[in-house]
């Protein structure tokens, strides 16, 4: 069983910056794309970033520039720079190997 745990949230204040963890069991992380999600109170679950086995990246708009996805060997991270307090959420990391394995979330509360 894949197992996803998600670290590294808190309160920060705008324009301030957290780096968000992943950390990764099973073999199927490492040839697999993972994804770091975030839902809102009365929103639906969206996508904030992705990164592919090999290294390639895809950001949503509102995120570029700001955001950063990484990977090592057993952890996907995200930094998080400039944050704003529309980028409160609960984040989630997520692999997809024919079905999706998710993590139990983090939550980023940024006050003005």
């Known amino acids: 069983q894949v197992q996803l745990v998600e670290s590294g949230g808190g309160l920060v204040q705008a324009g301030g910056s957290l780096r968000l963890s992943c950390a990764a069991s099973g073999r199927i992380f490492s040839i697999s794309t993972v994804g770091w999600y975030r839902q809102a109170p009365g929103k639906q679950r969206e996508l904030v970033a992705q990164?592919?086995?090999?290294?390639d990246t895809n950001y949503d708009d509102s995120v570029k520039g700001r955001f950063t996805i990484s990977r090592d060997k057993n952890t996907v991270y995200l930094q998080m720079d400039s944050l704003k307090p529309e980028d409160t959420a609960v984040y989630y990391c997520?692999?997809?190997?024919?079905?999706?394995?998710w993590g139990k979330g983090t939550l980023v509360t940024v006050s003005s």
């Open positions: 997520r692999l997809t190997y024919g079905v999706d394995y």
């Open positions: 990164i592919t086995r090999g290294g």
